[in-house]
């Protein structure tokens, strides 16, 4: 399974990965909304771990993109955020 992480914040993305990782997963970081939608268009991946608020493309654009897109409109996402 290729999971996709797409947040700024290094810290938590790296956590996030290593944890996928740990669970035998294969898990990408991207840390921007424009850098994330590029790979999930140009790989097969499984699943989008999504950060709301990026640099460039936010979150829900990138959720949004990734909908309207026949090749990633069935891939599940989880919208990840610190945001209260």
Avoid at 64 to 83: E, F, G, K, Q, Y
């Amino acid at each position: 399974m290729h999971i996709l992480v797409v947040e700024d914040d290094r810290d938590i993305a790296d956590l996030v990965a290593h944890y996928l990782r740990k669970a035998g997963w294969d898990a990408t970081i991207a840390s921007a909304g424009d850098e994330g939608l590029a790979h999930a268009r140009a790989h097969q991946v499984d699943l989008v771990i999504l950060d709301v608020m990026l640099p460039g493309l936010s979150g829900l654009e990138v959720c949004r993109a990734l909908r309207s897109d026949a090749a990633t409109a069935a891939v599940p996402i989880i919208m990840l955020t610190a945001r209260a």
